[in-house]
């Protein structure tokens, strides 16, 4: 955190330039400053007219109640005039701060919900760039430029009518964005603070280690718990790792005596076609069962101490205003209050449970069509093949897999559609409630995607050995695959690019320094990287019995893929905004409902493995009765991994006596008030 | 409510005859009144010195900071000298209702959190048999008499060394029970609301509706819980009684088609041994399950609106002193400030994990192995007694039963003390938590006694006229039963007792109206009442696809049910304290569990039923094929049920306003307090 306390002259190079006079004025006294950082630059399309530049500046430097942002704003002063540059006022900042319920540093040391009106009595109030982490305040900016609304029926200067007329109410921002005035809004980078970071991030020596603190002061949160879950899960897989290790290079034959599981006859205990024997297959089971529970418990605890020691973990987004898309009946809020915008929770939940639950079943339903199609076909066409043996019927033997690959394309392509309609008909109120929707159903359905040949290979083939060689090449080839396009593309791209950068800097470092940011590609977010992770794990917690090694595999890629996402990130992309946050949101869910579903294919896979079945045929159980007792021991498991989660809290108790006693003083706090109020308004009649 | 209203003559009789002057001496000017209610009545044992009986009351009447309780108390002045009478002046009720979290109106209408300061802004406060319920101050009186400790080692006056010794902090009321002198503590009818209860009650001509209102005022929290779900559920038992008697009466044979489940050849529609038709199988097992989630989920909203209504949904247990039997290191609670001992969290739960889940499925599974030796010595001896066929061997066909009949009833006993040792060990804070796993536990293994028969009968035997003809027994011969136990024995033992009473009340009304209060039995709990309810719902929910009348029987049980237990609570038993609480505690859960349960047991009786044999030998399927399918079916029944469950939010959105509200309201007040401190400390320099 030490790079905050450091002037930010990397940023403030620009106000030398273009001197204080060409920001907005500021209202308030306590606002004046003598050196104002740019923290958001907007870029507009080219063919914007000045007028509408001109608006679209005033709007953002106007007052909250005039439906403005209430920031500071800069044209840009470049040829085009195509950018806008804006920061924020002190008092716009620690307005927001409390508005989103971040909690600072007391003056006792504890974290508490900021408040405006007793702003003084938190740490490092006067400076800025210490009180918020410049991602906190690029992010406050953002958050503001987002709920600027019309204020009445009015139209946009300089654009015409049917595109440049807004509605009372409606979102300025996304009226801008969709009628194509404003192409993209970016946090701009701090230089210095990007080196010092990246020094410290991927360049370093060490193989071990990331300094979160300061990701999470210059990236934001959502980013932050990327890289924390990350860190955690690479070190939590050493100890399967090395049990995989283990048991492939010095359990090789079966002499392995697994205690009481295989006091049978030693004759039992020989190899099946170079598998593991049964009792690795079974340590490996029980072990990946159980790491997993106590994996994502662990987690869970790491994320409440994270969120505690960001201020993230009292966030009051219910009590905000809507996020800008959401749409309902025109009303008095009960709570807080506020006009705005009302929706029946219950309508929201029919919806979801109506439409989108079977919409997506619906699709799944296709994938699986799909894949019971493509298997179809490709019969048919090998048996012509075998029948003719033609040139023809060669080229014929490629067409199941090509239409599978254009049926998936397609598919995924609609889904993806569908899911942002459908998440938008379920209109939730909060940003993050939209996203935790919209990210479970891509998730849901890229997971099936990925995981349906597999399963396909694991239930109905029931063909272990080739479950086994998928696996391994899933894994080796994935890996070199996305080495390749995560490492060795972007590092030959970034050197053209920078280098064709650091000639143009040396002329007008400032305007073409954001020219340069402006230039770079949006970064594409963090799904891709989580659904990465998501089918690792699954690969691990649901497979890995059937291919011990694929534990190590993954800590190799871990390993190089925490270098490469940071290099990505902080190099090769616009800086994206990232939201504070309490937790990795709907990514951690989606890793324990996994860790549950592996009980059931390491059962079944047990089950499938040739020792259990001639175990099983020499006790002369019939297949249905072994079904039976599998469908127990399942049943178990699961009861033994949810004590395991159940003894392990969920925060540490140092969190909980934090959390409880700001229940209870607030609780305190509510009684106090109501006399506190009478008391002040009985001995100071002269207040009236 | 209206009860409230009036002046509680039945109970101030007492005051007119002792005079207030015996009472104890008030200290609080505000407390002072011309009348006292006496509202709990303790009875101590027979040979207990005065000297003892002095100290007692001078405990009660002692300050908190002594030690003592800060009630009212009176001597009782019967002859023996062995009653003490408390009664509770109005700042300790005010204090203890702040402490318990009561919520109270408003003078805005609102339930609010109560608070001592601010009270002269809550309706009602000048009277307190209009503001707190009958049974939240006998409730308050318990729960200060329970708080009472001894502030350093100390002995009790009149009891030989080893009983008497108290040591710092140990709970008084809990060490002069242990050594025998207090024998019973009861709170005090009121005869007058007492009758106009029970004739609005059970006296009603109206078979419908309950006095809900009355009985939570009279009775209290967990009594109310208690009938109000009685009520509730018997009214949710409409439509499967409906729908079972239809079933039942107009589909005699099986010519009822279902769309496209049967539209299979009209052969197999034919009856087998007179079991119900596969079609009206699968309705009722498809309606059971599906009416069980709304059940629950509607319960779950009306008990919501309850706990808003009585003013109990804030209940703050977790900020209070502990429970008596608590301990662990002396230390101060970071959360409120107060010397108390601390036990961290992590070790209850690993208690709770490690030994308590261990030990009660041990105990289950002796529940089990009973049940397989009474089946094989059963089918021994009936293989001597046929081989044999004297006499001799005849008395052994019933020593099997008699065997069994003992060991559950020893395992039964043993249980019992086991549980209430290991929820001990587990060393809860909270009363009610307490509470929730010591009744977990009981509930868990009674209710696998019940059902272990029955489950051996449908799982094992795999015979399914037999559980119908068990079913249908079980039902009648269990209602007549209860009908008997719980009506007749009753109304004759109340005839005789209450002739009696009578008597004597002519001679001197109050002091033996006093005695007889305490010659009745003490209230045995809810535990009894509700494992009725929920062994009823397993039978329906479980195992009603094979016997549709359960549900009409079930419907005419409840009817007389809530006659009866209503007349037994007021007529035959002491009054029992009732906390106030927010829900039904751990018998909600306990419900959801046996509904998600009833899937499994559904599905698998469809399985076994003759009409899905033979469709399915016909589709030449084979069995561990159809195995599979069922499991998947049940898969998807399981998430339809989670879906529906989703669909209906768990408290009515009024409800939720309420509570956001005062969420926002407290989160604000904890801010505002700050600065009012310091502002009120600015203005007022004359206070210091």
Chains 1, 2 share one sequence.
Not at 68 to 97: F, N, S, Y
């Amino acid at each position: 955190m030490t790079s905050q306390g450091e002037p930010q002259e990397g940023l403030s190079t620009l106000t030398k330039v273009t001197g204080p006079s060409s920001w907005s004025r500021v209202s308030c006294p306590c606002c004046v400053s003598s050196r104002i950082e740019p923290l958001v630059l907007i870029q507009l399309a080219e063919n914007v007219q000045p007028i509408t530049k001109q608006w679209i500046m005033s709007m953002i430097s106007a007052p909250v109640k005039a439906g403005g942002a209430q920031l500071l704003v800069h044209p840009g002063e470049d040829m085009k005039g195509d950018m806008i540059v804006v920061a924020a006022p002190r008092c716009t900042l620690l307005r927001v701060t409390e508005d989103l319920g971040l909690c600072k540093t007391y003056q006792d040391g504890n974290m508490m919900a900021f408040s405006f009106e007793d702003r003084h009595n938190f740490c490092n109030i006067d400076n800025m760039q210490q009180f918020l982490t410049l991602a906190e305040r690029q992010y406050i900016v953002k958050h503001e430029l987002d709920s600027m609304r019309a204020m009445e029926d009015q139209r946009i200067p300089g654009i015409p009518a049917p595109k440049g007329k807004l509605k009372a109410r409606e979102s300025i921002l996304q009226k801008l964005e969709k009628a194509g005035v404003i192409r993209n809004i970016t946090p701009l980078h701090d230089q210095k603070l990007l080196s010092a970071l990246g020094k410290q991030w991927y360049s370093h020596k060490s193989l071990w280690g990331q300094p979160l603190d300061s990701i999470h002061a210059y990236f934001g949160g959502t980013i932050a718990y990327y890289f924390s879950f990350l860190d955690f899960y690479t070190l939590s897989l050493f100890p399967p790792a090395i049990l995989g290790l283990f048991i492939t290079f010095f359990l090789p034959s079966a002499n392995f005596s697994n205690g009481n599981k295989t006091e049978s006859k030693p004759t039992l205990l020989k190899q099946h076609d170079g598998q593991p024997s049964v009792s690795s297959y079974m340590v490996q089971a029980v072990f990946s069962m159980l790491w997993s529970t106590v994996f994502m418990e662990l987690w869970k605890r790491r994320s409440a101490a994270l969120s505690y020691h960001w201020g993230t973990f009292k966030l009051a987004e219910q009590f905000q205003e809507p996020r800008p898309g959401f749409h309902g009946e025109l009303s008095t809020n009960p709570v807080t209050g506020r006009l705005e915008p009302l929706f029946p929770e219950w309508k929201r939940r029919v919806r979801i449970g109506l439409v989108s639950v079977p919409v997506v079943g619906v699709f799944l339903g296709l994938v699986v069509m799909g894949m019971a199609g493509f298997y179809f076909f490709e019969r048919l066409v090998s048996g012509w093949h075998k029948a003719s043996g033609s040139h023809f019927t060669v080229v014929l033997l490629y067409l199941p897999s090509i239409a599978h690959i254009l049926y998936t394309n397609v598919l995924g392509n609609i889904y993806r559609n569908v899911a942002l309609k459908l998440t938008e008909a379920e209109n939730h109120r909060e940003e993050s409630s939209f996203d935790y929707h919209h990210t479970t159903k891509v998730l849901v359905f890229t997971f099936f995607n990925n995981f349906a040949v597999l399963f396909h290979i694991a239930f109905f083939k029931e063909d272990l050995p080739l479950l086994r060689k998928r696996l391994s090449s899933l894994l080796i080839v994935t890996q070199v695959v996305n080495q390749f396009t995560e490492v060795v593309v972007p590092f030959l791209v970034d050197r053209f690019l920078t280098s064709a950068d650091r000639n143009l800097k040396k002329d007008d470092p400032e305007v073409d320094h954001l020219q340069a940011q402006g230039s770079l590609p949006a970064f594409p977010g963090l799904f891709a990287e989580y659904i990465e992770l998501l089918v690792q794990f699954g690969y691990l917690s649901l497979f890995s019995c059937v291919y011990p090694l694929t534990a190590p595999l993954l800590l190799l890629n871990n390993l190089t893929e925490i270098r490469t996402d940071a290099y990505k990130l902080c190099k090769l992309f616009n800086k994206p905004f990232s939201a504070p946050v309490a937790n990795m949101g709907v990514w951690q869910p989606a890793f324990e409902v996994l860790s549950f579903i592996s009980v059931m294919s390491n059962c079944w896979l047990l089950l499938l493995s040739p020792h259990v079945k001639e175990l099983t045929e020499e006790a002369g159980l019939s297949s249905s009765k072994v079904l039976v007792i599998a469908v127990i021991v399942e049943h178990v498991l699961i009861m033994v991994k949810m004590i395991l989660a159940f003894m392990i809290p969920d925060e540490p108790d140092w969190v909980r006596i934090k959390r409880e006693q700001i229940e209870y003083h607030s609780m305190q706090a509510l009684k106090k008030q109501r006399i506190m109020l009478s008391c002040v308004d009985d001995k100071l009649p002269s207040k009236a």
